[in-house]
């Protein structure tokens, strides 16, 4: 089921795997991908879907903020704090390395709420794989 396709982004549920599917095109997130990241949790929590595969492998520079991704996150599930979710985000290596290093070397990162399990992969199957065992 598609929810939404945009020249940016698409949102789609495949109700086979139980998995929603957030794919962002665009050479850097911005404001669109914060509100797009947001009508993805939302339609999560309004449909009971558990796992989000955030594919946003692209050609970007690693210079995108943490906060733009774990941010909206925190926000959106306040009001469900017993609510469990599986994210999976599929970046490149660059922003993979860059994403991980600052999210060690930042003390201040927002951190997901602590039923949410928040993955960085950098193939698509390996966090279609991560999901479907969860």
Aim: glycine share 0%; hydrophobic share 35%.
């Amino acid at each position: 089921m598609t929810f939404f396709h945009t020249p940016d982004a698409s949102l789609i549920y495949n109700s086979a795997s139980d998995i929603l599917c957030l794919s962002y095109s665009a050479t850097r997130l911005s404001i669109s991908f914060r509100t797009t990241y947001q009508k993805a949790l939302e339609k999560m929590l309004k449909h009971n879907v558990a796992k989000l595969l955030l594919d946003l492998k692209r050609n970007a520079p690693p210079t995108d903020e943490t906060e733009h991704i774990l941010q909206p996150l925190t926000e959106i599930l306040l009001p469900y704090p017993d609510r469990s979710l599986f994210i999976a985000a599929v970046v490149s290596e660059k922003q993979y390395q860059y994403q991980i290093g600052n999210i060690l070397a930042s003390s201040s990162a927002t951190l997901p709420p602590s039923k949410v399990e928040f993955n960085y992969f950098t193939s698509r199957r390996e966090a279609t794989h991560w999901l479907s065992s969860n």
